[in-house]
């Protein structure tokens, strides 16, 4: 998917699991096959999961920590499951970064399902409670989503070469205010790979839990079109009871992730090409 992808092979992971964590020798190692752009993630026994960070990058012990202390700061803050941090590996033969171990969630990763008026209503309720979490004084940070949306033009040009006639409703979007709204906490990328499901459609689990950060309140929103349809659509604005220009900066987020997926992973990750076709798709539909 990436130019400096590192290539992880289940021999490796198994030789550094055995040599770091030698309690965990006897139990079976899988790799999965999944949406993620970030992680290569293999599935250790029944109760945990190795993620190993597909690209090199400065300061990569640190951005586990800051994940670890993450996922620790949302566990058992709402009734859905998040994963628990475990431990922290070792570069060695064959691969040169830090890795980390969380545990295992159970429950069906959301693909190209529709999703209901419940889901619409679980997923409400999660967002409600992330954003409850005391933010300790932290604001945005200033990288990545999650501050204005000008900040955004940089990238957003590169994603309009890839698709121009997007560009009149990212010069609406971007204008958008932030207002006076403070900072709350938010997870950040509610997208299909890190929604889990029960059998009868409920959210059991949310994944990818290290990005929890203090950000325009409005990037929860991002699951809104990334997720559902027009009436479960409506049901989780009325559940959230946001304001119009809330609602809208939430689509513009969406839009921001959303562009990026469509050229980017055209070839790589076709599901998460999906994702962002469909995601541009929903937002095409709705009226600004």
Same mark, same amino acid.
């Not at 691969?95 to 409400?124: H, I, M």
């Given at each position: 998917?990436?130019?400096?992808?590192?290539?992880?092979?289940?021999?490796?992971?198994?030789?550094?699991?055995?040599?770091?964590?030698?309690?965990?020798?006897?139990?079976?190692?899988?790799?999965?096959?999944?949406?993620?752009?970030?992680?290569?993630?293999?599935?250790?026994?029944?109760?945990?999961?190795?993620?190993?960070?597909?690209?090199?990058?400065?300061?990569?012990?640190?951005?586990?920590?800051?994940?670890?202390?993450?996922?620790?700061?949302?566990?058992?803050?709402?009734?859905?499951?998040?994963?628990?941090?475990?431990?922290?590996?070792?570069?060695?033969?064959?691969?040169?970064?830090?890795?980390?171990?969380?545990?295992?969630?159970? @429950?069906?990763?959301? !693909? &190209?399902? %529709? $999703?209901?008026?419940?889901? =619409?209503?679980? /997923?409400? #309720?999660?967002?409600?409670?992330?954003?409850?979490?005391?933010?300790?004084?932290?604001?945005?940070?200033?990288?990545?989503?999650?501050?204005?949306?000008?900040?955004?033009?940089?990238?957003?040009?590169?994603?309009?070469?890839?698709?121009?006639?997007?560009?009149?409703?990212?010069?609406?979007?971007?204008?958008?205010?932030?207002?006076?709204?403070?900072?709350?906490?938010?997870?950040?990328?509610?997208?299909?790979?890190?929604?889990?499901?029960?059998?009868?459609?409920?959210?059991?689990?949310?994944?990818?839990?290290? @990005?929890?950060?203090? !950000? &325009?309140? %409005? $990037?929860?929103?991002?699951? =809104?079109?990334? /997720?559902? #349809?027009?009436?479960?659509?409506?049901?989780?604005?009325?559940?959230?009871?946001?304001?119009?220009?809330?609602?809208?900066?939430?689509?513009?987020?969406?839009?921001?992730?959303?562009?990026?997926?469509?050229?980017?992973?055209?070839?790589?990750?076709?599901?998460?090409?999906?994702?962002?076709?469909?995601?541009?798709?929903?937002?095409?539909?709705?009226?600004?």
């Amino acid at each position: 998917m990436h130019a400096d992808q590192l290539d992880i092979p289940l021999a490796t992971v198994r030789a550094l699991v055995d040599a770091q964590f030698p309690q965990w020798r006897d139990l079976p190692l899988r790799a999965l096959d999944t949406q993620g752009t970030v992680n290569a993630i293999f599935r250790l026994g029944d109760t945990y999961t190795l993620r190993f960070p597909l690209r090199p990058r400065p300061g990569a012990r640190e951005w586990l920590e800051r994940e670890a202390a993450a996922a620790s700061e949302l566990l058992g803050r709402t009734r859905f499951a998040t994963p628990e941090p475990v431990a922290l590996g070792e570069p060695g033969p064959g691969y040169p970064l830090p890795w980390a171990v969380q545990t295992w969630l159970p @429950g069906v990763v959301v !693909t &190209d399902e %529709a $999703l209901g008026d419940d889901f =619409a209503r679980d /997923l409400a #309720e999660f967002i409600s409670a992330v954003r409850s979490l005391p933010t300790h004084g932290r604001t945005f940070s200033g990288e990545g989503r999650g501050g204005e949306l000008k900040s955004q033009d940089e990238w957003l040009e590169i994603c309009l070469e890839h698709d121009p006639a997007q560009r009149p409703l990212w010069q609406e979007l971007r204008e958008l205010p932030r207002g006076d709204t403070p900072d709350t906490m938010t997870h950040g990328d509610l997208i299909p790979g890190n929604i889990l499901l029960t059998a009868d459609g409920h959210l059991s689990g949310v994944l990818d839990v290290g @990005g929890l950060s203090p !950000t &325009d309140p %409005a $990037l929860e929103l991002v699951g =809104a079109w990334h /997720l559902l #349809e027009a009436g479960p659509r409506r049901t989780l604005r009325e559940a959230l009871n946001v304001t119009d220009l809330e609602w809208q900066r939430g689509k513009a987020w969406a839009f921001v992730q959303a562009m990026g997926l469509p050229w980017y992973y055209a070839e790589t990750n076709p599901p998460m090409a999906r994702i962002g076709l469909r995601t541009l798709a929903r937002i095409a539909q709705d009226a600004f």
